[in-house]
């Protein structure tokens, strides 16, 4: 089976740096997503890992250790639009690129 | 720009009703996926399709059926709508594998859809 766990919601301040979690129990691992939804719009894709280390985009980075079954995605200088719901994915299934979705968290930034 | 189109962001239908969630991609991707989302419980896979004619179940498949008769668009069937169903649901796309390239999901915007 999979379990991705996430926290379900977290708040910082603007301009602070802020660390998303995300652990994963699978049978199998064949890379791990982030994707940022605002409320009531479709999931955009943030980064993706398959190999342990750290990935930077700008603000965003994302970090991964198979071995402990542990990602985290890295906010950096928060704005008040960077408040939304962050969805970590994981793909196990050997052959296919359908990935399993966490319960997703829900940042919200305050000034 | 990769375009995925849902038919409807809002849809309420009655209890019994069989109703149609229509999605079209314009990047003619192999792999086309519906989910439906609800507060607390994430993105949960209903079916998903690899090709023409092709489609295979997910988690969650019981109370729905898929078509999926040419490459762009792959429609959801609620056969007999029921109040359980209410729910967001979202359509998604993917490259073929075969790249050796990690490739993401593309998501519509969504069809918020309520059974009363």
């Known amino acids: 089976g999979q379990n991705i766990d996430q926290p379900t919601e977290m708040t910082a301040t603007e301009g602070a740096i802020v660390q998303i979690n995300c652990t994963y129990q699978t049978s199998g691992f064949n890379g791990l997503f982030w994707y940022q939804q605002h409320a009531g719009e479709a999931p955009t894709f943030l980064s993706y890992n398959v190999l342990d280390g750290l990935e930077e985009k700008g603000r965003f980075s994302s970090f991964l250790s198979r071995s402990k079954g542990y990602s985290y995605l890295l906010l950096k200088e928060l704005q008040m639009k960077d408040s939304a719901s962050y969805l970590c994915?994981?793909?196990?299934?050997?052959?296919?690129?359908?990935?399993?979705f966490g319960r997703g968290t829900s940042l919200i930034v305050h000034p | 720009d990769v375009k995925v189109t849902q038919s409807s962001r809002y849809l309420v239908k009655r209890t019994g009703e069989k109703v149609f969630l229509e999605c079209v991609q314009d990047?003619?991707?192999?792999?086309m996926f519906w989910y439906r989302q609800d507060p607390g419980l994430g993105l949960r896979l209903i079916y998903f399709?690899?090709?023409?004619?092709?489609?295979e179940k997910g988690d969650i498949p019981e109370g729905y059926s898929v078509s999926r008769e040419k490459k762009e668009r792959f429609s959801l069937i609620l056969e007999s709508a029921s109040t359980n169903q209410t729910s967001m649901y979202l359509c998604?796309?993917?490259?073929?594998?075969?790249?050796?390239?990690?490739?993401?999901?593309?998501f519509g915007d969504g069809t918020r859809l309520s059974i009363l």
């Open positions: 990047m003619d991707h192999e792999n």
């Open positions: 998604a796309t993917v490259q073929m594998a075969g790249t050796g390239e990690m490739e993401p999901q593309h």
């Open positions: 399709s690899y090709d023409v004619k092709m489609k």
């Open positions: 994915a994981v793909r196990n299934r050997g052959g296919s690129y359908i990935p399993t």
